[in-house]
């Protein structure tokens, strides 16, 4: 229904210096985000990752344009995935002949094959869906993004959105549900050369999730405590005001 809105959209999108812009806040929030969560989470925060992140996070910030930014996102993965398992203290130790663990050598995906990365996958895929629903009711084409490249059926700004969040909301439910004890190795069943969590699994971590995007936080350009899920309707918000010209730039949401 709001026309204006989508037409600022796609004129920024098909504009490759401001699609450029936008990618470069998504990306350089992301990694920033991440970085906070090692250094909050991480039993031995590893330095030298935490200085690399920082500085891909600059990086990102001046990127000259999309592949150079889809490296600089690589490399901080790379970088922070390989220091993830560092955050994992799990309530529940494993049985000796139990067929799960909460070990974590890398990110997979497609299918996920470990427990660790069944949670990631299932936490992005509720995440994107809420973006996508929220960017709808707004006004916004969900499925035409700045940094993301358009497909058919893919939520491409969305996926936008999501990048300043995924360590925030996804990577931290998934930490606080395998660190409080709330999932446990028995939650996980093979599927073929896939690990996905049981039915009884899939409705504790959904409620987990439910209850980190309940969770307070206090906006850092507002300055007053909102709910997660509140501040997704905001950042998307502030991203059709930059759109429409109403403020100069978008401000990704990053914490300390």
Same mark, same amino acid.
């Given at each position: 229904k709001n026309v204006a809105l989508r037409m600022a959209q796609y004129r920024a999108a098909f504009d490759p210096a401001r699609s450029l812009a936008l990618a470069r806040s998504f990306v350089a929030a992301k990694i920033r985000n991440c970085r906070t969560l090692l250094m909050r989470n991480h039993a031995d925060p590893p330095a030298?990752?935490?200085?690399? /992140? /920082? +500085? /891909?996070? =600059? $990086?990102? +910030?001046?990127?000259p344009g999309l592949p150079a930014l889809l490296g600089i996102e690589g490399n901080a993965g790379r970088i922070y995935f390989g220091a993830f &398992?560092?955050?994992?203290?799990? *309530?529940?130790?494993?049985? @000796? @002949? &139990?067929?799960w663990r %909460? $070990?974590?050598?890398?990110? !997979? *995906?497609?299918p996920p *094959? $470990?427990? #660790? !990365?069944? /949670?990631?996958? %299932?936490?992005?895929?509720?995440?994107? =869906?809420e973006l996508a629903v929220?960017? +709808? #009711?707004i006004g916004f084409d969900p499925y035409l993004g700045f940094y993301h490249q358009p497909h058919y059926g893919r939520p491409a700004l969305a996926l936008d959105v999501m990048e300043e969040f995924r360590p925030l909301v996804a990577d931290s439910v998934v930490l606080t549900a395998v660190n409080?004890?709330?999932?446990?190795?028995? $939650? %996980? #069943?093979a599927s073929g050369p896939a690990v996905a969590l049981t039915s009884a699994g899939r409705k504790k971590f959904i409620q987990a999730f439910e209850s980190r995007l309940s969770s307070e936080i206090t906006h850092p350009i507002f300055g007053y405590r909102i709910s997660y899920r509140r501040v997704l309707e905001v950042q998307l918000r502030l991203l059709g005001r930059a759109l429409s010209g109403e403020i100069a730039d978008y401000p990704a949401f990053t914490t300390r």
């Open positions: 030298e990752a935490i200085a690399s /992140l /920082l +500085q /891909l996070s =600059k $990086d990102a +910030q001046a990127a &398992a560092g955050m994992l203290k799990p *309530r529940h130790a494993p049985s @000796d @002949d &139990a067929m %909460f $070990d974590f050598e890398g990110r !997979n *995906r497609r *094959r $470990d427990p #660790v !990365n069944a /949670l990631l996958s %299932f936490a992005y895929s509720m995440l994107v =869906k929220t960017a +709808q #009711v409080t004890g709330v999932i446990s190795p028995d $939650d %996980f #069943v």
